[in-house]
């Protein structure tokens, strides 16, 4: 008889291993192998939910989403105007731990996006443009739509920048730019 299994526990339980492997071996160590012996498990107990390396990562991008939501909820509150587009934008350049491991794996989801295109979050980005729009409308700003672009475009920046010159991106030189082109934005 075949064992009941939750699929959406499971793909959970697929997720933390995964983003676990990727903890203590690095990004390029994420392999179906690697995510099933981090389960305790046969290879099937992952390929029969997520089917390759890249479903793999794009499985704990996503799942991480969702406590990303929360947690920005959580530090905007009720924050409005332009306090809560500096806010949002300092959310997103956050550098804890896990917020550098996770984009450690977007970038090897990225990485695959021209041999499977369907594996890359295009969800998110747009969230997050959504997310700056309505902060930038909220602020009073007279073009949101290209504060939206112009937020999107500096933060994504910076999650290359906290990759490759770690030391130089901290989190004050970070808040700094960011600032200064919130209030240049919020200017114009």
């Not at 676990?20 to 029969?48: F, H, P, Q, Y």
């Amino acid at each position: 008889m075949p064992i009941d299994v939750d699929e959406v526990q499971r793909r959970q339980a697929i997720a933390q291993a995964t983003l676990a492997v990727a903890a203590r071996d690095g990004a390029r160590a994420i392999t179906i192998r690697a995510v099933a012996k981090e389960l305790g498990g046969s290879t099937a107990m992952v390929t029969n939910y997520v089917p390759t390396r890249s479903a793999l990562i794009t499985n704990a991008v996503r799942a991480a989403e969702s406590r990303w939501r929360a947690e920005q909820e959580d530090r905007l509150g009720d924050l409005t105007g332009p306090d809560r587009l500096r806010a949002t934008v300092e959310w997103h350049l956050s550098t804890e731990p896990e917020d550098l491991l996770l984009r450690s794996l977007w970038f090897e989801m990225l990485a695959s996006a021209h041999s499977d295109p369907a594996g890359v979050d295009r969800q998110e980005p747009r969230e997050a443009r959504d997310e700056f729009r309505d902060a930038s409308t909220a602020a009073g700003v007279s073009d949101a739509a290209l504060v939206a672009d112009v937020l999107s475009l500096l933060t994504r920046g910076y999650y290359v920048s906290t990759l490759e010159e770690p030391d130089y991106w901290t989190p004050e030189r970070a808040s700094r730019v960011a600032k200064a082109v919130v209030d240049a934005l919020i200017d114009t």
